[in-house]
């Protein structure tokens, strides 16, 4: 199943006009939930590692599982994304090493500065992200492909692909409120995340945060929209890409 996925996300076919509309409906509605429950089994505990991990740091839980713990009083059928501060980094990262977090994938911007950390922990793709900080305040990145793109170069360099192009790309949003973390519980386990969430999720996802999206992702209030910043580049490593050898049986080192 998780090839399929692969082949059928990734397809130019695919990702073209009313197809794509339909692909992202079913996948958010019949593919996307059934990924996200496999978290579901490890989640109490991942949320114990890494606050563990991050206890001497600024670290946020946020983005969907917030929403819905905060929303729905649950965290059932979504991933988990955490947000470290850059200027911490350093001192959690081994950690997440130690704490046997494989990693899965590595996306830079295009200052070649690390946005975010895909890894693997029993089975569950766990994302964190680097907060940056600058004169304007904070903001996170995430960094998508344009598959439908013909600019986009993959290239197999001993047990990694690297991938390029530019329209792979990294997109910037605004987090005003990372500055601010307080405590909230889940099923007996502390985390830290904003200490406004109702400014939080008005920021993040507009005026329709309280109601649940349906079947598709969300993408934010008209003043905090994404900043789209080209050439960004990803690093898939060993263990991640032999779930992707068949799609890319054909790219020559």
């Given at each position: 199943m998780g090839k399929l996925t692969t082949r059928i996300k990734s397809s130019k076919i695919m990702n073209k006009g009313v197809i794509k509309k339909v692909k992202d409906k079913i996948y958010f509605k019949f593919i996307s939930p059934r990924e996200e429950k496999k978290t579901d089994k490890?989640?109490?505990?991942?949320?114990?590692?890494?606050?563990?991990?991050?206890?001497?740091v600024h670290w946020q839980l946020m983005s969907g599982s917030f929403l819905k713990f905060y929303r729905d009083n649950t965290m059932d059928g979504q991933d988990l994304d955490f947000f470290v501060g850059r200027n911490d980094w350093d001192?959690?990262?081994?950690?997440?090493?130690?704490?046997?977090?494989?990693?899965?994938?590595?996306?830079?911007?295009?200052?070649?500065?690390?946005?975010?950390?895909?890894?693997?922990?029993?089975?569950?793709?766990?994302?964190?992200?680097?907060?940056?900080?600058?004169?304007?305040?904070?903001?996170?990145?995430?960094?998508?492909?344009?598959?439908?793109?013909?600019?986009?170069?993959?290239?197999?360099?001993?047990?990694?692909?690297?991938?390029?192009?530019k329209d792979y790309v990294s997109y910037e949003r605004r987090l005003p409120t990372f500055k601010d973390a307080v405590d909230y519980e889940y099923k007996g386990v502390k985390f830290r995340g904003p200490k406004d969430?109702?400014?939080?999720?008005?920021?993040?996802?507009?005026?329709?945060?309280?109601?649940?999206?349906?079947n598709e992702p969300r993408n934010g209030p008209a003043n905090n929209m994404p900043i789209l910043h080209e050439n960004a580049v990803s690093y898939l490593f060993e263990k991640a890409l032999k779930n992707y050898e068949e799609m890319f049986k054909d790219i020559k080192n």
């Open positions: 490890y989640r109490v505990e991942l949320i114990k590692v890494v606050g563990e991990i991050c206890k001497d001192k959690v990262k081994d950690g997440f090493l130690k704490n046997k977090f494989l990693i899965k994938q590595v996306f830079f911007n295009e200052n070649n500065e690390i946005t975010e950390y895909k890894y693997e922990y029993k089975g569950c793709d766990v994302d964190v992200f680097i907060v940056d900080k600058d004169k304007k305040g904070y903001s996170h990145r995430f960094v998508l492909e344009n598959i439908g793109s013909k600019d986009i170069k993959k290239k197999i360099v001993g047990n990694t692909l690297m991938i390029t192009g969430p109702e400014k939080y999720f008005l920021d993040s996802y507009g005026e329709g945060w309280r109601t649940p999206a349906k």
